[in-house]
């Protein structure tokens, strides 16, 4: 089986956008894994304000990230204006996962990378990775 660390490290992307964002703990891990990248935006339900934990302490004062309050049922983003899509176990939390999923597909880039990744169980120990090329 293929290290999902080393997948991600063959990686660059240009502009990111980290779907279900919460407290920031998928972006942290693809800053640390990804060869490279420009840009990442992070969209939550929830406003970024109201979360504060050290995940998000840690990439707060990073260049080039940012938190925007948004459903990810309705992403306002131009079609085909993201080089990578990601959601870090969250899928599970929404009311409706496929339109989710279509709507990152719609701002993905062609020849851009969707990163999946969910987990199952108490820890939400991390159980799939998929990186779909589009």
Same mark, same amino acid.
């Given at each position: ?9 063959? %990686?660059?992307?240009?502009? %990111?956008?980290? !779907? ?10 693809? &800053? ?26 840690? %990439? $707060?004062?990073?260049?080039? $990230? ?17 080089? %990578? !899509?990601? &959601? ?11 339109? !989710? ?18 987990? $199952? ?14």
């Amino acid at each position: 089986m293929t290290d999902p660390g080393e997948v991600l490290s063959k %990686i660059s992307g240009k502009r %990111i956008l980290d !779907v279900a964002a919460g407290s920031g703990g998928n972006i942290y891990h693809l &800053i640390n894994s990804l060869k490279s990248y420009e840009e990442i935006i992070g969209v939550d339900l929830e406003n970024p304000e109201s979360i504060k934990t050290p995940d998000q302490e840690n %990439i $707060i004062n990073k260049n080039n $990230i940012s938190y925007l309050q948004m459903d990810a049922h309705d992403l306002v983003f131009d079609d085909e204006s993201f080089d %990578i !899509v990601s &959601i870090g176990k969250s899928l599970h939390h929404l009311d409706f996962p496929v339109k !989710v999923l279509s709507q990152m597909f719609r701002v993905l880039k062609k020849d851009g990378y969707a990163l999946l990744s969910e987990g $199952i169980g108490l820890r939400c120990a991390p159980v799939l990775l998929a990186v779909c090329e589009k």
